[in-house]
Nanobody
Framework: QVYLVESGGGLVQAGGSLRLSCAASGRTFSRLIMGWFRQAPGKEREFVATISWSGSTTDYADSVKARFTISRDNAKNTAYLQMNSLKPEDTAVYYC?????????????????WGQGTQVTVSS
């Protein structure tokens, strides 16, 4: 079993930055692919970013490319999402997800483990 705990959410003005963290339990973090998803009120959960075991492969939703960066520190069992140039439309609950699989995945159906979510609110 893998347990994920997100942190780093909050309220920020448009144009500002936040860094989300996702701490994972267990000793096999380096074999997990990690993903970030978000869900705004009244909308479906959507893909944001994903990263492979080693961190060498990443993928992003078009809406966040060039603004968000996903990374991981396998020694600390932690994944990160650096969010810059935030916009009001980035407001959502952000979820960290993990799965034992190869490569990366943009589909929430491929992730087995989920955190409880952290709220990000961007004011205009």
């Amino acid at each position: 079993q893998v347990y994920l705990v997100e942190s780093g959410g909050g309220l920020v003005q448009a144009g500002g930055s936040l860094r989300l963290s996702c701490a994972a339990s267990g000793r096999t973090f380096s074999r997990l692919i990690m993903g970030w998803f978000r869900q705004a009120p009244g909308k479906e959960r959507e893909f944001v970013a994903t990263i492979s075991w080693s961190g060498s492969t990443t993928d992003y939703a078009d809406s966040v490319k060039a603004r968000f960066t996903i990374s991981r520190d396998n020694a600390k069992n932690t994944a990160y999402l650096q969010m810059n140039s935030l916009k009001p439309e980035d407001t959502a609950v952000y979820y960290c997800a993990a799965a034992y699989r190869l490569g990366v995945s943009t589909s929430n159906r491929n992730y087995n483990y989920w955190g409880q979510g952290t709220q990000v609110t961007v004011s205009s």
